[in-house]
């Protein structure tokens, strides 16, 4: 199921999420920053294949974790099955994770302007298609600018949480 969801385009997803969610059901409305719900659809629709990816390497990861010797010896001993996942398996999965995370959020910068754009939501995104459109280059070449800087900080701090988190990784 999660790589199905993780294979779909963002567009398609919003589609669909408008199809099904906003007109068939009614329940939200398809687009603006007039309220309170029309937040919920453009989240769910850049954050659904993100979190699926994520899902679907931090299960392996873990799956693959709790087969080390240390996290069955401290089941032996007695700890809990959920505290030996959280302290000992989810430390050795962890990295992996967080690895992945700052992917996805450097393509979530990406996506938020096919987003904004299908949900006529203001911000960034529009800009940037509206420069295009307009064929304002200084503005499109900010855009690129920003996004790229945004990603590169992004990803200095998923290094930066990396050496928190795996003490491997501080001794290189």
Avoid at 46 to 64: E, F, I, K, V
Wanted: glycine share 8%; proline share 6%.
């Amino acid at each position: 199921m999660t790589v199905a969801v993780a294979g779909v385009p963002p567009y398609i997803v919003g589609i669909l999420l408008i199809s099904v969610v906003s007109v068939g059901l009614r329940a939200l409305p398809t687009g603006g920053a007039d309220s309170p719900g029309a937040v919920v659809l453009p989240a769910l629709t850049l954050g659904l294949a993100g979190t699926a990816m994520l899902l679907r390497l931090l299960r392996a990861d873990l799956a693959q974790a709790l087969r080390l010797p240390f996290v069955k010896l401290a089941a032996a001993k007695g700890l809990r099955p959920r505290r030996a996942i959280m302290v000992h398996a989810l430390r050795v999965a962890a990295p992996n994770a967080i690895s992945a995370a700052g992917t996805v959020l450097a393509e979530l910068l990406a996506g938020a302007v096919v987003v904004e754009t299908l949900f006529s939501w203001p911000g960034v995104g529009q800009l940037a298609v509206s420069a295009i459109r307009q064929r304002d280059l200084p503005v499109v070449q900010a855009y690129v600018l920003v996004t790229a800087v945004t990603t590169v900080l992004v990803l200095a701090l998923v290094e930066l949480c990396l050496a928190a988190a795996d003490p491997r990784v501080r001794r290189r």
